[in-house]
């Protein structure tokens, strides 16, 4: 029985060596943090030039301003 032993033993080291390697490929697969998602664009006033993220800035058509004031004295 000694051959039936060597393959239970072969199988077991090739199971752990299976999960190992599982285990080493899910580490690597850890998602990288979405912070930088989560921050909205920064776009440009028309008027003044300051940068405002997108969804505080004021439209006209595809032009952006900072403020109300900024979009109304840009004509
Ligand atoms: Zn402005």
Not at 6 to 17: G, P, Q, S, T
Not at 37 to 64: L, T, W, Y
Request: net charge positive.
């Amino acid at each position: 029985m000694n051959l039936f032993r060597l393959i239970i033993i072969a199988l077991a080291v090739w199971i752990a060596y299976r999960i190992w390697q599982n285990f080493k490929t899910k580490a690597k697969q850890i998602p990288p943090k979405n912070s930088q998602q989560a921050i909205s664009d920064v776009v440009a006033c028309q008027v003044c030039d300051m940068h405002i993220p997108e969804n505080e800035a004021f439209r006209k058509g595809n032009k952006v301003y900072c403020s109300q004031q900024h979009l109304d004295s840009d004509n």
